[in-house]
């Protein structure tokens, strides 16, 4: 089993760090490794801050990473585009496709490192999908509850123009009482 990256062996707040200036891509690798030093001078003068080559394989994971996650952001934003807010269940089929094509490109790129995949990974990745798959659910919940809040409002807007047009006496009370049941079965 190939070993952990020296950078994910490092403690939480350094990790994070490391993390937010590589996502935000501003820096140099020179300028992250004189940051890091600023920023934590005692693991510095220690020696426990990740050598220079070390920084500069886990920028370009972060980086194809990254890169990967645009890919998908405008790939969704170009579906939203294209098929509207509202598209209907061909949406899951897609999105099942794209958490199936992230999973395979995170194994492979571990193979393709030499590292072993974990249970640990192929946890995320389920929890990941599960998440997915949880948020769309509840986004469909919601749209139906909002179409059902939107059909009971017109239902009652309806139901008091006509008892409004039964009170005018424009209409037979008998034929009004008929409709009144049929429509709302009062």
């Known amino acids: 089993m190939a070993r952990k990256s020296s950078i994910d062996r490092l403690p939480f707040p350094i990790r994070q760090h490391i993390l937010a200036r590589l996502r935000e891509n501003r820096l140099t690798l020179d300028e992250l490794i004189d940051d890091l030093v600023k920023t934590f001078p005692e693991e510095a003068a220690s020696g426990e801050l990740p050598s220079r080559s070390a920084m500069h394989r886990y920028g370009q994971n972060v980086a194809e990473i990254v890169a990967h996650e645009r890919e998908m952001a405008v790939a969704a934003e170009a579906l939203?585009?294209?098929?509207?807010?509202?598209?209907?269940?061909?949406?899951?089929?897609?999105?099942?496709?794209?958490?199936?094509?992230?999973?395979?490109?995170?194994?492979?790129?571990?193979v393709k490192s030499g590292e072993a995949i974990e249970i640990g990974d192929v946890l995320d990745l389920a929890r990941a999908a599960k998440a997915t798959q949880e948020a769309r659910s509840l986004n469909l919940r919601e749209r139906q509850a909002v179409a059902k809040a939107a059909r009971e409002k017109v239902l009652e807007e309806q139901r008091q123009k006509i008892e409004a047009l039964g009170k005018t006496g424009t209409i037979d009370p008998t034929a009004l009482a008929a409709v009144m049941k049929a429509a709302y079965d009062l």
Do not use: C, I, W
């Open 80 to 110: 939203v585009a294209e098929l509207g807010e509202d598209f209907d269940t061909k949406s899951g089929a897609m999105l099942a496709q794209a958490v199936t094509l992230l999973a395979n490109r995170a194994a492979m790129s571990k």
